[in-house]
């Protein structure tokens, strides 16, 4: 078993795409923001950013480490600017490299989705119809989730969750996919911000026929919605970044379409949005878009951010910019570029001394 596993992993590092590590990219983070919305007075604002580093260990690509230090170095000079996002959520953070990007960027507080040997919680499904075992099924996971939040704000807690073994194709089962759930003390906002990653199954990467990988990204939303109705709190807006890998296929699409009506539910049916980039060739920069209408056939639909509003707290996408685009050159950082959506979020109604208490409360865990 261990050596056929070996041979499944030197087949993944020969089939996984590689790049060269020089020269690196030089700049583009910093395009001209897309507005979404007039931003009114009152609320607190609050940057997030979603990013797919291309943080795979060596051998699986060439060597990334001038690469991932880049993205350190522009997220702490975007710091000096006052430009850079509150919260980060990071996929594909696989290498060591990876991970110590939060450091480098100046963020005092990370928290890490599902580790390689994380379990997933009882799987309501069936096995999978078919089974790929050389293109990397059936043998356990050999990397992390690679799933990543920095924040300059205090995490009060966190939740996580592995995929079910039963709900991943390809060479996608030798990495722990999953979800983490943070809840964020945003300063004057009286109760948390939940922030919510992923990074689903991809289509053609996997090896296998797209109907089979069609199938885990179902169940994964699946398990996805289970997470949600267990660990999210509908008292609490949510902010959900993640590499969907979507592309522009009609399954995946309303699968997520569903997801985000029950995660909407879940959330006491306040009022959703959600922003994405779409994306062409590689050297060239993505554009921002807005809702589920804008999803652009034959190109790549698969970073978002879906923002749930809650009871207590309305969220409102004012801006999304796209981060880390090529440069000149069309040189990038990773495979990927990075959304940046600024919300304005503000009280709704009359909460009283229920939102007072949980002010208390997060004054109390911040001085803590």
Not at 41 to 63: C, E, F, Q
Request: charged share 20%.
């Amino acid at each position: 078993m261990r050596q056929e596993l070996l041979l499944v992993i030197g087949a993944f590092f020969l089939a996984a795409p590689t790049g060269g590590s020089t020269p690196v990219a030089k700049d583009g983070f910093d395009a001209p923001p897309v507005s979404l919305a007039a931003s009114q007075g009152g609320g607190v604002s609050l940057r997030v950013m979603n990013y797919n580093v291309k943080g795979l260990p060596w051998p699986v690509t060439d060597d990334r480490s001038a690469e991932l230090a880049a993205i350190g170095d522009r997220l702490r000079a975007m710091r000096a600017d006052g430009a850079a996002p509150d919260v980060v959520v990071l996929q594909e953070a696989f290498s060591s490299d990876a991970r110590a990007i939060a450091a480098r960027a100046g963020y005092a507080h990370v928290a890490y989705g599902p580790d390689s040997n994380d379990l997933a919680p009882a799987d309501e499904g069936r096995p999978m119809p078919a089974r790929y075992p050389w293109r990397g099924e059936g043998y356990g996971a050999y990397l992390s989730s690679g799933l990543v939040l920095m924040s300059d704000y205090p995490i009060l807690g966190t939740r996580r969750a592995a995929f079910p073994r039963t709900a991943c194709a390809g060479y996608d089962c030798l990495a722990n996919k999953g979800v983490m759930l943070a809840r964020i003390a945003v300063p004057g906002l009286p109760v948390p911000v939940e922030i919510m990653t992923a990074h689903m199954n991809s289509r053609k990467p996997t090896r296998t026929p797209i109907p089979h990988a069609n199938e885990a990204f179902v169940r994964q939303m699946a398990a996805l919605d289970r997470f949600v109705a267990a660990n999210s709190d509908p008292r609490l807006p949510m902010i959900f970044g993640a590499d969907l890998n979507l592309d522009s296929d009609p399954q995946r699409i309303a699968a997520l379409r569903q997801s985000s009506v029950r995660w909407s539910e879940a959330e006491g049916g306040a009022g959703s949005e959600a922003t994405f980039a779409i994306c062409g060739k590689p050297s060239t920069r993505c554009s921002p878009a807005a809702g589920f209408g804008a999803i652009a056939q034959g190109k790549r639909n698969n970073d978002w951010q879906l923002s749930f509003a809650s009871s207590q707290i309305m969220v409102r996408p004012v801006s999304a910019a796209i981060r880390f685009a090529p440069d000149p050159a069309g040189l990038a950082l990773s495979d990927h570029q990075a959304v940046m959506v600024t919300y304005r979020l503000s009280v709704t109604g009359n909460s009283g001394a229920a939102l007072a208490q949980n002010a208390q409360a997060i004054r109390r865990a911040r001085s803590s």
